[in-house]
């Protein structure tokens, strides 16, 4: 599994275990936030997407911890419990906080990982913006297995991206979701995007313009709340 090395790495222990991470400082002008920014269920820590997610976001000045969850530190494919997924994301927030000084922290990550951080969130834990790509609404083929139960609890802003052909969040379903949700819930749709965030030749765009196009979303939601 290749690793960045730019950054500093970190074991962070869970219970009698233990799992990997590792933090990267922006790579432009520091905005004070740090993001835990959680894989994906068929994912890992290096995975080409979270590394798109993170090039683009540091050089959008933020400080950035990406890290594996317990199954995919011990090289398994079948993911945690939601409950185990939460506490992985846990212990690295406890981690962080003890080797960096956030200023603002934001939990989130693609797809099963934010869909944990979110529901985290939901619990009350402490954290003061949650970001979330490709929220997996609900399984594919399976919209009527909704995945919103828990989003009326959160208390803190929330942006989320979604692609628009992304097969496990159905526009019509998620905006019968956020119903009520506006005062915090900020919604991005990502033209043509699926669920990996990739887009077909035919739409004229790249894989890049995406992910251009999340950091510009993150930018003006970070600069509208900073104003508030």
């Known amino acids: 599994m290749a690793v960045s090395n730019v950054g500093k790495k970190w074991q962070v222990k869970i219970g009698m275990e233990e799992t990997s991470a590792i933090f990267e400082a922006a790579s432009t002008t520091p905005i004070g936030a740090l993001?835990?920014?959680?894989?994906?269920?068929?994912?890992?820590?290096?995975?080409?997407?979270m590394m798109a997610v993170?090039?683009?976001?540091?050089?959008r000045g933020l400080?950035?911890?990406?890290?594996?969850?317990?199954?995919?530190?011990?090289?398994?494919?079948r993911p945690d419990s939601m409950p185990r997924l939460m506490e992985c994301i846990t212990a690295v927030v406890a981690h962080a906080r003890r080797e960096v000084v956030p200023g603002t922290l934001i939990?989130?990550?693609?797809?099963m990982g934010g869909r944990?951080?979110?529901?985290?969130?939901?619990d009350g834990f402490a954290c003061d913006?949650?970001?979330?790509?490709?929220y997996p609404l609900h399984p594919a083929g399976?919209?009527?297995?909704?995945?919103?139960?828990?989003?009326?609890?959160?208390k803190v802003p929330v942006l989320c991206c979604n692609g628009t052909r992304d097969t496990l969040c159905r526009q019509d379903l998620m905006t019968s979701a956020m119903n009520g949700l506006a005062d915090f819930w900020t919604m991005h749709w990502l033209e043509?995007?699926?669920?990996?965030?990739?887009?077909?030749?035919?739409?004229?765009?790249?894989?890049?313009?995406v992910m251009d196009e999340i950091g510009d979303a993150f930018s003006a939601w970070h600069s509208r709340l900073a104003r508030k």
Do not use: W
Not at 35 to 49: E, P
């Open 142 to 154: 399976q919209p009527e297995k909704l995945r919103a139960a828990h989003l009326g609890r959160i």
């Open 116 to 122: 944990a951080a979110s529901m985290l969130a939901a």
């Open 63 to 77: 400080d950035i911890v990406r890290f594996n969850f317990l199954y995919r530190e011990s090289k398994s494919g």
């Open 192 to 209: 043509g995007a699926d669920h990996s965030f990739h887009v077909l030749k035919s739409s004229g765009r790249s894989d890049c313009d």
């Open 129 to 134: 913006r949650l970001f979330l790509l490709a």
């Open 35 to 49: 993001f835990v920014c959680a894989h994906g269920a068929g994912g890992h820590m290096s995975d080409q997407g």
């Open 107 to 111: 939990l989130g990550g693609r797809s």
């Open 54 to 59: 993170t090039d683009q976001l540091r050089g």
